[in-house]
């Protein structure tokens, strides 16, 4: 049997993609059964979206957000008035108490989440450059 990629038109993919935010926040298994798409097409598109910069996740507390996710909601709405915060959260999806405890963790420089340490390798180089052999 011949394997067949399926092809969807931009506006298919964006109108999945609305399904997938605020106020729906559906998971991708109940889109997949619904829009008979597989989920790897729609993780596929999340991880792109994402990638851009806007808030996708069926889970609306930040505790399942990337740590980029968490530092650009807190970045985007630093500046931002009660109104302009309301009208913030309902588009991205988290509540506005939920970002006043992201923006502390940023402000006591703790870390934000699994994401937010570079690779161990990263690590290790920036260490090797700090500190030259023999001292420390």
Known sequence: ???????YSKERKEAVLKKMMPPHNRSIIELAKEEGISEAA?????????????????????EGWSARDKFNA??????????????????????????????Q???DGRRLGPRSEPPAEKRAEGRSQAYPPGRT
């Open 42 to 62: 729609l993780y596929l598109w999340r991880g792109q979206v994402r990638e851009r910069g806007l808030l996708l996740d069926s889970d609306r507390a930040p």
């Open 74 to 103: 807190v970045v985007e709405s630093a500046a931002m008035n009660e109104s302009e915060l309301a009208e913030y959260c309902r588009r991205k999806g988290p509540y506005p108490e939920q970002l006043a405890p992201l923006a």
């Open 1 to 7: 049997m011949e394997d067949r990629i399926m092809r």
């Open 105 to 107: 963790e940023l402000r």
